[in-house]
């Protein structure tokens, strides 16, 4: 007999008595207890497919979103009505008479680049541009190159990389002959050499003429920077041969 026989015959009354663990053994399972297990095991491999399948293929609806948090919650879009207020609008105008926190603009020279002087018997405003950096801008290396970048993003597409005015806004707005376009100033021509520092802060912030400004776009600090870096390439495009390094004028030569 075998040992598979031996194991699973049925014993006789003696040995249960000589050993009552015997009852407790395990027995084989019936046929209908392992074939729902199996059948569970593959029904616990769909949702495998479909994850992989979803992972495969692409849609145009939204992710599912099992847990929300609050990063799916009732909200306006920009430009959308509301019913709420009176006029329909969902986005809601500055409360007159508020600024925000940090926002006061009480530096004339850091914040405007000109103080303003009110004239009674005229009823208007003197305006007086800065012909120099405020105290808070240090010149050097540092603040040249964070300039040169913030000019890279901003001012390059239309101005271009030395600030002719030839930038590839300007190259594609003449190729398609654009009858409204207004081409860019040159940066490094003697008009705006001969304007002053705070003149060309002020044009980075309100704009000038066709060009938006740019306040509420890019940081104080970056916007001198841009101007710091604007007056390094007006030097560069009229230096004086007397102020020419021998090493530079060698290589011209």
């Avoid at 007999?1 to 009852?23: C, G, Y």
């Avoid at 992710?63 to 306006?76: A, F, L, S, T, V």
């Avoid at 376009?181 to 001969?194: F, G, Q």
């Avoid at 740019?214 to 101007?227: E, F, L, M, N, P």
């Amino acid at each position: 007999m075998s040992d598979i026989a031996k194991i699973n015959r049925p014993p006789d009354a003696a040995k249960v008595l000589k050993n009552p663990l015997w009852e407790l053994r395990l027995r084989k399972p019936p046929f209908w207890m392992v074939a729902v297990l199996l059948v569970l095991v593959v029904a616990s491999w769909i949702p495998l497919v479909f994850i992989a399948r979803g992972r495969m293929n692409t849609s145009t609806e939204p992710r599912i979103h099992i847990i929300q948090d609050m990063g799916n919650q009732p909200k306006y879009k920009p430009q959308s009505e509301s019913k709420v207020f009176a006029d329909g609008r969902s986005n809601r105008q500055r409360v007159p008479g508020t600024v925000a926190q940090g926002q006061a603009d009480t530096d004339d020279h850091y914040d405007h680049g000109f103080s303003r002087t009110w004239k009674t018997g005229a009823s208007t405003w003197d305006v007086s541009f800065f012909d120099d950096f405020p105290t808070q801008i240090v010149i050097d290396a540092k603040m040249l190159a964070r300039g040169q970048e913030r000019f890279a993003i901003y001012c390059m597409p239309c101005h271009g990389y030395d600030g002719q005015g030839i930038g590839m806004v300007h190259v594609r707005a003449q190729e398609l002959q654009q009858s409204t376009w207004v081409p860019p100033s040159n940066l490094v021509s003697d008009a705006v050499k001969a304007r002053p520092t705070g003149h060309l802060y002020n044009s980075v912030t309100q704009g000038i003429r066709s060009m938006a400004g740019y306040g509420s776009q890019i940081s104080t600090q970056d916007r001198w920077a841009i101007v710091a870096y604007t007056r390094s390439l007006q030097m560069a495009h009229g230096v004086p041969l007397s102020d020419m390094p021998a090493d530079v004028m060698q290589k011209m030569k």
